[in-house]
């Protein structure tokens, strides 16, 4: 249990350290290669160390805090994976992994969802339904770099300066902070130390709140044209869609 709150710690301050700068507009702190890897370090040893601890929780959620250490740990790559820092982008290695974490991601986070809705109590499985939707919105950019590779995302970089940075800051590590914080309140939950409808309300809060607040500051400090709040490349609420939506072609 020890390794499981060390790393747990570390990522949270860690994640502050980066979600309060990029809040005041800072970029400063995502862009340094030491943090995110520090960052994505802490939090995906913690969700291993989750994974050791299984056999101490109850058999009806194992399935549950497995599939949410998948969903976390694929998260946590493209943390990486856009970052500007990241290397060999466009390699086959790259390709390969850019399928596989984007369909671990999906895989996760649905599984996530099935499994605590069909084995929680009413309040809690709505709420952690609401939350799931909203996350698996975060799977948009992931699913389309897999799709359709390295030079999309250099296309969209090009149309977009700040994006990768922006991207970081204010969509993947604020995602895998809140849900880091909401498995430690499904432990707690679990030991029956807070109720069903804290957890509930805490789920659908924290990954509501976080997201609105990171996306409209996004918008207050990085508008367009250098970067965009778009996450996927067609939005019918928009006039208009992501760029890039095949690579070029050098013919």
């Known amino acids: 249990a020890f390794p499981h709150g060390l790393t747990g710690a570390?990522?949270?301050?860690?994640?502050?350290c980066c979600i309060v700068p990029a809040l005041a507009g800072s970029l400063g702190a995502v862009a340094s290669p030491v943090v995110i890897a520090l960052y994505t370090a802490a939090m995906g040893a913690n969700a291993l160390a989750g994974l050791a601890l299984l056999g101490r929780a109850p058999r009806n959620t194992r399935f549950?805090?497995?599939?949410?250490?998948?969903?976390?740990?694929?998260?946590?790559?493209?943390?990486?994976r856009f970052s500007p820092s990241f290397p060999g982008g466009g390699s086959v290695v790259a390709a390969m992994l850019d399928g596989i974490f984007a369909i671990l991601a999906l895989l996760g986070i649905f599984a996530f969802a099935f499994a605590a809705v069909a084995q929680s109590p009413a309040p809690v499985g709505g709420a952690i339904l609401i939350g799931c939707f909203a996350l698996t919105l975060l799977v948009g950019y992931p699913l389309q770099l897999a799709w359709l590779g390295q030079q999309w995302w250099e296309?969209?970089?090009g149309e977009y300066p700040t994006q990768a940075l922006a991207m970081v800051a204010y969509i993947y590590i604020p995602a895998t902070w809140a849900f880091a914080v909401i498995l430690f309140g499904a432990t707690l939950w679990n030991r029956k130390l807070i109720s069903d409808l804290t957890f509930g309300g805490g789920f659908a809060g924290l990954v509501g709140a976080t997201l609105l607040s990171t996306v409209l500051m996004q918008e207050v400090h990085h508008p367009e044209p250098a970067s965009t709040r778009e996450l996927t490349g067609l939005n019918p609420f928009t006039s208009h869609s992501l760029p890039c939506l095949h690579p070029p072609c050098h013919c």
């Open 155 to 157: 296309c969209v970089q």
């Open 10 to 16: 570390a990522g949270i301050v860690l994640g502050v």
């Open 64 to 80: 549950m805090f497995r599939s949410s250490a998948v969903f976390q740990c694929a998260l946590l790559f493209f943390v990486c």
